[in-house]
């Protein structure tokens, strides 16, 4: 059993088979000898069976290990290994994704290209619609800071030169390339995967959302034609950018700088007021 007081009364321990760095495994192999266990807290109410895992949330009891020495609690792993381990799955989902696409691309897949264990993978992700909803935080956040970065100045050619360089000249990246091919793949599977679709529908939301909110600004200061919405604009200059990323996901040959050109003319002459 394991040591007293290692655990709340409401938790009951499962053991497990345990190997050195690596996370527990689901169910020991059938037949399987083992000298060393896990003994994996799980949330306990009375007259139920215990849940798979803890509620999000929910307070984790220390896993306590078994060993021909005895008992001891686990270590606890460092920030920066389980950003490194997160990062090191999230970049095996994108070769998966790229390669065979979102929908016949397996949690399995996954695991074999990161060379991780199963339990490894599921420590941090419970399925591929999580991967891709952590990679979208991470580039929804980015993409806020560039708007809001390239509006800062005040002057309405600076930023919008600055706005459309930043997004466009990223795409001269083979990895960014990569990663918006990946989300043309996922504007199909949205129309069928619900998970996915609000994924998706928050891409195109919060930059819209973003940009509508500096445009507002600049029609009250004159700088925007009057009769024109500002969410209006914000959703036409987003599709110039959403349209190009999936042009190039088909022919990556395509001059980026010739199409920043054309983009910026375009922007210029068709919304905003000359000065």
Known sequence: ??????ASQRHVFLPLPFVEGEAPRAMPEEGAASQRHVFLPLPFVEGEAPRAMPEEGA?????????????FHMPKVSREHQES????????A???????????????DIVSESGLSP????LYFKSKEEIIKTVADMRYATEREIIADAFGSGDTNIALNKLVETFFNSLANKDVRMERSIWVQLWG????????YDIVRR???EPKNALAEVLTAYQKQGKLSSDLSPEAVARVMLAQFQGFVLQIALDDRLDI??????IKHLISDAFFEAK
């Not at 994108?94 to 399995?108: N, P, R, V």
């Not at 599977?189 to 996915?196: F, H, T, Y």
């Open 1 to 6: 059993m394991p040591e007293e007081g290692a």
């Open 257 to 262: 700088k010739e199409y920043i050109q054309v």
């Open 94 to 108: 994108a070769k998966c994704i790229f390669k065979k696409g979102f929908h016949h691309t397996s949690m399995q």
């Open 119 to 122: 339990g490894a993978i599921y």
């Open 59 to 71: 307070t984790r009891a220390p896993l306590v290990v078994m060993s021909s020495k005895g008992l």
């Open 85 to 92: 381990r997160r990062n090191q799955i999230i970049e095996a």
């Open 189 to 196: 599977e949205a129309l069928s995967n619900p998970p996915v």
């Open 203 to 205: 891409g195109i939301e």
